[in-house]
């Protein structure tokens, strides 16, 4: 199957920015969604923009760092769809800040979210995609995995993590799979910084206002790797404001 229409995508983080706005692009373009997140009342909210416009969406409250959370979130899709052909892995965690200040629970949730979380989103969709000997991941990651940047040491390595388990995924998912690494520059989300030091969320939020691009700009582009036609494998996006260093 190839295009985005009739296609089943479950997405992770799906309650607000990026997730939000690439589960209302792939909708309105026909796909039925399943999303996760763990604030319920936004998910919803999601949910119902999503439906009262005549798509199809719905809502499954997970956290990325159980393992039975994420059965779940496939399994929904299984159960409502018959199928599951993309699970987009875009949860995350921007609670950035100098080792100093020792944010420990902050660095332990990246790890969580960021690594835990992607393993998690495999160990559930990769034997449902050999079964059906198709499926695509889409793993979001950051150009922080790129260019490190102080105080964001900690979301970095989590984010390289990510790049470096996508492409070894990728070399292991042919000829039937699709591996795609999709990582944004600065984004207009709330997101940005949200949790972090009070000094490094206040100058990472300062940058956003000053140069993000929209959250659209990624629904793009995750739409693209996705609409390719079977057999065609869009490995590596990399999107980022012009004015982003
Ligand atoms: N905005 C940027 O500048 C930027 C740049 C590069 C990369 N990214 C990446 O893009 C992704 C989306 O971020 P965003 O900018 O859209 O920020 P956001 O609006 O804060 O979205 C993050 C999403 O992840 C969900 N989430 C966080 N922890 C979770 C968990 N343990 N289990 C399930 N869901 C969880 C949040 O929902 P709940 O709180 O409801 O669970 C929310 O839906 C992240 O991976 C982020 O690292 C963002």
Redesign the pocket.
């Known amino acids: 199957m190839s295009g985005i229409g009739g296609k089943v995508i479950a997405l ?10 690439t589960a209302v692009h792939l909708a309105e373009r026909g796909a039925h969604v399943v999303l ?5 009342d ?2 919803e909210a999601v949910v119902e923009r999503i439906t009262a416009s005549g798509g199809s969406a719905r809502g499954v409250v ?5 393992r039975d ?1 994420l059965a779940r979130l496939v399994g929904a899709a299984l159960e409502g769809f018959g199928r599951l052909d993309v699970l987009v ?6 609670a950035v800040s100098p080792f100093d200040d020792l944010r420990q629970d902050d660095w332990d ?1 990246m790890v ?3 690594i835990t ?1 992607l393993l998690n989103g495999i160990g559930a969709a990769l034997p449902v995609f050999r079964r059906q000997r198709s499926g695509q991941f889409v793993n ?5 995995a790129y260019v490190v940047k102080s105080p964001q040491a900690v ?1 970095a390595a989590t ?1 390289t993590a ?1 790049k470096v388990l996508t492409e070894g995924l990728r070399q292991e998912s042919g000829p039937d799979l699709r591996v795609t690494l999709v ?10 910084g ?1 949790g972090g030091s009070p000094e490094a969320a206040a100058e ?1 939020a300062r940058q ?1 206002d000053e140069i ?1 691009m929209p ?1 659209s700009a ?1 629904a793009s582009a995750i739409a693209y790797a996705i609409e390719q036609p079977e057999g065609i494998d869009v490995s590596e996006i990399v999107v980022r404001p012009t004015v982003q260093a």
């Open positions: 992770t983080g799906a309650s607000s920015g990026i997730g939000e706005a996760g997140a763990r604030r319920k936004r998910l997970v956290d990325v760092t159980s959370d892995s875009n949860a995350g965690t921007m949730a969580a979210t960021h979380g979001v990651a950051s150009t922080a979301y984010k990510v990582s944004p520059g600065f984004t207009n989300t709330e997101g940005v949200k990472l956003r993000a959250p990624i």
